[in-house]
Structure formats: structure tokens, C-alpha cells
């Protein structure tokens, strides 16, 4: 049975962005392909820094680090003249000249004249060595003869056996450690890869995932399923005593943040079993295989782990229908899903070992998964009703300071529609509004700003209109409300607004409904679309002129028609009977239709029909009541916002049926 209810109608303006779904961020503590490449960068790095270490050392250890003074040659023989220079040596094509500064320089310079190298241990400091090059000159040695300065010409240096065996150990040495060092730590990436004990952040093995079935609330029927899982892993040989065959694999299904991940922890927690939690997007990496092997080492540890539970989160990340026509040919995910599908036929559900799953895209999955012997149980984790909701408030809302006025089933009762994710949300919401506006506890009217917030996005008053579209706004959203009004079986209307919010959105009018709707009846449908366009029939009314602001409420409009006609089977022609289109496995690409063109132009001309007939007949509705309208919609303008006794009150006053 489908689920219909679109209840909590909030007609927004524009603000199609509205009611925002925030997937709570699933924290596997993964590491993406990102985080290896950077650690490839880092050992660069290493190696760089290692290089130029080895480098230093090697100048700091065998170079004598001694300043010469540069001077030019005329310098240089000048120096020589004034009997600065004591000593010259030649050195290839250059002169080395000392000059003695301090006494007790001559053992220094004889030391130098015996080695013809400035050796390493001497205290240099007394002497100072110039340099120049040499320029043909005769005049040079009888000058050096003159002045009675000591020469000789050095031989290449010759280093002691000792250093240059280290120069030429020492890089090697470390060139080695540090290759060592570096393929230990490729063997543990590589193994990381493989293996996941060796890299935690792959998985989650969660002895005690510390939740309890006692913190899920609202999804009574999925734990009364998962109950029965936990049993399965307490006392298995109570099932297989009987013959019964237990189930490999459970399929948690259900739209984002209702609880999936929660469940599937609370079932570990519950049956007090080790916990293997991946994400289906760890399990797709760069290179192919990984994948594969990934799920081959899982169920591995799994088994040596038994009873446990592997839980594969998001499963529509692999698991999605392998196609024929593959865009981008996605071999790895391929490869990884069908890897899955051996593991899960290859084990035995006696060895204590529970799949578990979850996605809120089942349709998109490979029927393969579905099969007997994989994921043959599936239990749905659906939105919940209302006292799931006011359960799942009374959770998240446990350690907050309330204030004695607030009455969580009002909460609950003004946020049909939403999951369990956006009660929290709303929960912490209503907390941080409070701080803000310095109450001592948390009011219903900071849940109630913490629900239109989430709702309708962030409250802007800032955001100035001119004259000219408050007032069309203003007549936009009466006509909402009094459509509501007029139309059986509608939700009261509960507040108009025409404070601007969030993105774009002008104005709303919400409707909340006094009870869930899971069934809504052809004449509820049509009456919702009524709503809808109620806005654009009060500016044509009034304005005889329409405006780009019912956009949104005009899309919604032609899709419940649309659905009608195609799902609902509630056409005159094709009366009990679905129009399907096909699943085409691709995101973001509809299917093919299952119909004929012929049919598909009927469906464009009834859905543009139906929908003259109900704007046709809002419009001399309001036509009609345009003295309420008018007077609404004044007020409105005026106050901005109406509650919905106000509204009622006006409304009952004007209004003639
Ligand atoms: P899903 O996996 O279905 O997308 P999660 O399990 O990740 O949703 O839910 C996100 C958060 O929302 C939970 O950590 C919890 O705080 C809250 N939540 C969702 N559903 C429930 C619930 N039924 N009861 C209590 N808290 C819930
Ligand atoms: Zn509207
Ligand atoms: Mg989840």
C-alpha cells in the first residue's frame, strides 16, 4: 500500500528547496583514496628531507669548512708585497695565500705546508686564506722569491681511508634504512588494503556498539523483525534443532535518517555480538580489486569472529543493477558486487554470521541480492507516525532542559512527514534557540521556531520586499489558506505567513494535519491540488495577472495529477491501471515508459485537463469570496503573520459558502 501522505502540507513559495533532508553524516572513519595519496606525497617528502640530511652531513663531516677570502690577482700580489701573505699554495688554477693574525700560527702553517691541505683538526683561527685565480705572470714566483713567502703547490686532496669509506658508507646506509623503512610501511599499506585489521579506519568492529533497541523508537514492526535476528544470534542452535533455516542476509530499507544505522547497531548491541560495520562507498576504490578483496577479507574475519554481524551501510553504493550497458564501465563495482554475492552463497548462516544491510533506494539494487540465500529478508524502517515521532522527541530531548509548557505530541503532531534524523535535528535545534534567546529552559515556542526553521529554512527578516510583491504575496498565500478552507477534508490551516525565509521562499501557509495520512482518498488528492493552486488563482483574481511565485506550488500540482493518472490508476480511461516506466539503473535518468506514445499524449492532455478544471473551479471560489480574500490578505499584510484561530475567525466572519 503506498504510503501517501503528503501531509503537513506547507505551500511555499519558490521554495522548492524547502523540507531539506540532512542525512546525518555516517561516520565510518574511512580513509579515502585522497588520504593515500597523500601519504604517497608525504614519502616524498621523507625522502627529499633524507637526501638533503645526508647531504649536510656529508659537507658538515669531510668538507673543511674554511672561509677563504676572495681577492683579485693585483690584490692578491699586493698583499704578498706589504708581506701580508706568508705562505702561498698552488692549487690548480688558483692561489691560496695565508696570512698569520695570531701568534702560534707558524705550527699551523708549517702543518699546512707539510700536508698541502688545511687539515681538519687544526685550530684555523689564527691564520686568514686568500684566494685568486691564476693569471700568467712572471713576475709572480720572483715575487714570492723577494719577499721570502714559503710555496709549493698541493696535490688533490687525499682524504683518509677512513673518511672516504664513510662518505661512501654513510648515504648508502641511510639510503638503505630508509628504503627498509619504506617498504615496511608499503607492505602495511598494502596489507591495509587487504586486510582490515591492519587499517582500523576500514572498519568498525564495534564490540559494543552501546545501543540498545530501547534507543531506536517509533519502528516497532522493524524491531519486532530484528528481535528475532538477535534471537538468531543468541541461541542458533534453537533454529537449527527445529531444521529451520535462518537467514543470511536482513535488508534494512527505508528513506534517509529513519533509523537504519541505529537498527543495525542496536541489533549488535542487543545480541551482544561483534560488530563489522562498512560503508558501501569503502568498498569502492580506485583500483580494481580492491574492492573485491575488501569483501573477501570481511567476511573472512567474520567468520573467524563468529556470531557476528557484518553490516554493510548505504548497499546501493555496490550494489546496483549491473547493466548491460554500463556508462564509464564501472568493472570495479562490478567486480566488488559480484565478490559479495559468492561470499554470501559461499557460508553457511549456521556459522552464526548475519548480513546485515541497509538502503533507501531498494529499486535501484540488483535482483541478484534480492535472491533467496542473500538478502532474503528485507524490513522496512519507514517515516514514523505520530507517537513514533513524540517517541523519538521524548529520545533525543531526554537530557534537555525543558520548560513545563512544552507538549512534545504538539511537536510531533506539527512535524508528520519528517524522520527520526530531523526530530534530533529539531531537538538540538529548539536548544541552541533557546541559548540564543536566553531562556532558562527550552519553550514550545522555541520548538515550534526550531520546526518552522527546519522546515522553511532560516527565518529572514532582514530581507525586505517592496510593497508591490508583500501585497501579491499576501493575496498569493489567503488564497492558499481559503482554498484550504473551502476544500473538504483538508488539514486546518494553522498559520500564513509572508515572512520571507530561507531560500527564496516568500511566503507559506502550513497546514497541519490533525492526524496521519496514509491513505488519501481521489477527492483529497484533487483537494491538495486545489490548495496548490489557490495561490495562483487569488492573484488572478485579484491582480488579473500571474506571477513566477507559484512555480513550486504549480510543479507540485501537475505531478499529484500526474501520478494520479499514471500510479493511482484514477483516469477516466485508464481507470485501475498503472502506467509504469521502466527502471533504467542509472541515476538521474528516468526510465523508458511502458506505453505507448499514444498514451503518453493522453496523459500530457488529461493532466492539463484536470488541472483547468480545478483551477477553473478555485478561481470562482475566490471569485466569489473575494471579500474575504481581500480582507484576509489586508490583514495579513499588516500583522504578516496569522495564527490559525485568526485566520479562522476572519474567515468565518467573510467567507460565504
Ligand atoms: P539512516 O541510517 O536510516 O539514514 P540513522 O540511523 O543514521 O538513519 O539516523 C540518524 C540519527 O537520527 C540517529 O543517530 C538518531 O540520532 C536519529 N534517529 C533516527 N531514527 C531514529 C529513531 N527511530 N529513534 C531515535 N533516534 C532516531
Ligand atoms: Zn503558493
Ligand atoms: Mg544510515
Known amino acids: 500500500m503506498e504510503n501517501n501522505s503528503n501531509d503537513n502540507m506547507l505551500t511555499a513559495d519558490d521554495g522548492s528547496k524547502h523540507r531539506q533532508k540532512q542525512e546525518p553524516g555516517i561516520h565510518t572513519g574511512s580513509k579515502g583514496p585522497n588520504d593515500r595519496r597523500k601519504k604517497f606525497t608525504y614519502s616524498i617528502w621523507y625522502f627529499i628531507i633524507a637526501m638533503l640530511l645526508v647531504m649536510f652531513i656529508n659537507y658538515m663531516m669531510f668538507t673543511p669548512h674554511i672561509q677563504y677570502r676572495n681577492v683579485d690577482y693585483s690584490t692578491f700580489k699586493s698583499l704578498i708585497s706589504d708581506g701580508t701573505i706568508v705562505q702561498v699554495a698552488f692549487d690548480g688554477d688558483q692561489y691560496i695565500g695565508y696570512s698569520v693574525t695570531k701568534e702560534g700560527a707558524e705550527n699551523v702553517l708549517s702543518e699546512i705546508a707539510r700536508t698541502r691541505q688545511i687539515p681538519l683538526e687544526l685550530d684555523t683561527s689564527a691564520i686568514i686564506p686568500y684566494q685568486t685565480y691564476m693569471i700568467e705572470d712572471s713576475s709572480f714566483v720572483p715575487l714570492l722569491d723577494e719577499k721570502g713567502v714559503e710555496y709549493y703547490a698541493t696535490e688533490p686532496p687525499k682524504p683518509s681511508v677512513l673518511s672516504s669509506l664513510l662518505s661512501l658508507i654513510f648515504p648508502i646506509a641511510i639510503f638503505f634504512i630508509f628504503y627498509y623503512w619504506l617498504s615496511k610501511r608499503m607492505a602495511g599499506g598494502a596489507q591495509g588494503v587487504m586486510s582490515f585489521s591492519q587499517n582500523k579506519s576500514q572498519l568498525v568492529a564495534e564490540g559494543e556498539t552501546g545501543v540498545r533497541f530501547a534507543d531506536v523508537a517509533g519502528e516497532d514492526e522493524a524491531k519486532a523483525e530484528l528481535e528475532e535476528v538477535v534471537d ?21 530499507v527505508g528513506p534517509p535518517g529513519t533509523g537504519k544505522t541505529l ?15 562498512m560503508s558501501g562507498a569503502d568498498f569502492v576504490e580506485m583500483f580494481v580489486g580492491v574492492g573485491a578483496a575488501r569483501v573477501r577479507d570481511l567476511f573472512k574475519q567474520a567468520k573467524e569472529k563468529s556470531p557476528c554481524i557484518i553490516f554493510i551501510d548505504e548497499i546501493d553504493a555496490i550494489g546496483r543493477q549491473r547493466s548491460s550497458a554500463n556508462i564509464g564501465g564501472n568493472d570495479e563495482r562490478e567486480q566488488t558486487l559480484n565478490q559479495l554475492l559468492v561470499e554470501m552463497d559461499g557460508f553457511d548462516s549456521r556459522t552464526g554470521v548475519i548480513i546485515l544491510a541497509a538502503t533507501n533506494r531498494p529499486e535501484i539494487l540488483d535482483p541478484a541480492l534480492l535472491r533467496p540465500g542473500r538478502f532474503d529478508r528485507q524490513v522496512l524502517v519507514d517515516k514514523p507516525d505520530l507517537d ?51 531562556h532558562e529552559a527550552i519553550t514550545q515556542v522555541d520548538f515550534e521556531n526550531a520546526i518552522e526553521k527546519s522546515i522553511a529554512g532560516l527565518e529572514r527578516k532582514s530581507r525586505v520586499l517592496d510593497e508591490k510583491e508583500r501585497t501579491r504575496v499576501a493575496y498569493h498565500e489567503t488564497g492558499h489558506a481559503l482554498t484550504a478552507y473551502f476544500t473538504p477534508g483538508s488539514s486546518p490551516v494553522s498559520k500564513i505567513s509572508i515572512v520571507p525565509r530561507g531560500y527564496g521562499a516568500l511566503g507559506y501557509t502550513l497546514q497541519y494535519p490533525t492526524e496521519d495520512r496514509f491513505l488519501l482518498s481521489e477527492g483529497e488528492l484533487l483537494g491538495e491540488v486545489d490548495v496548490l493552486l489557490g495561490g495562483r488563482a487569488a492573484e488572478e483574481v485579484t491582480f488579473s495577472d500571474i506571477s513566477t511565485g507559484a512555480s513550486n506550488d504549480i510543479s507540485r500540482a501537475s505531478d499529484t495529477v500526474r501520478k494520479m493518472i499514471t500510479e493511482y490508476g484514477m483516469s477516466e480511461r485508464y481507470r485501475n491501471m498503472t502506467l509504469p516506466k521502466t527502471n533504467s539503473g542509472i541515476e538521474g535518468v528516468s526510465g523508458s515508459r511502458e506505453y505507448s506514445e499514444k498514451t503518453q499524449e493522453y496523459i500530457d492532455t488529461e493532466t492539463a485537463k484536470i488541472l483547468e478544471q480545478r483551477y477553473a473551479l478555485v478561481k470562482a471560489n475566490l ?8 480582507h484576509i490578505a489586508r490583514t495579513l499584510l499588516e500583522k504578516e503573520v496569522l495564527e490559525g484561530d485568526e485566520f479562522e475567525a476572519l474567515a468565518k466572519q467573510y467567507a460565504v459558502k
Open 232 to 252: 538468531f544470534l543468541k541461541n542458533p542452535k534453537k533454529y537449527t534443532d527445529m531444521g529451520a533455516h535462518i537467514p543470511k542476509g536482513v535488508l534494512l
Open 388 to 438: 513514533g515521532r513524540e517517541a523519538i522527541l521524548r529520545i533525543h530531548t531526554k537530557g534537555m532542559k525543558l520548560s513545563s509548557d512544552v507538549e512534545l505530541r504538539k511537536i510531533a503532531q506539527a512535524s508528520a512527514g519528517l524522520a527520526g534524523a530531523d526530530l534530533a535535528n529539531i531537538a538540538n535545534e529548539a536548544a541552541l534557540i533557546a541559548v540564543k534567546e536566553r
Open 623 to 630: 471569485e466569489k469570496n473575494k471579500d474575504a480574500l481581500e
Open 263 to 277: 537498527l543495525a547497531k542496536a541489533v549488535a548491541g542487543e545480541a551482544g555480538v561483534p560488530f563489522f560495520r
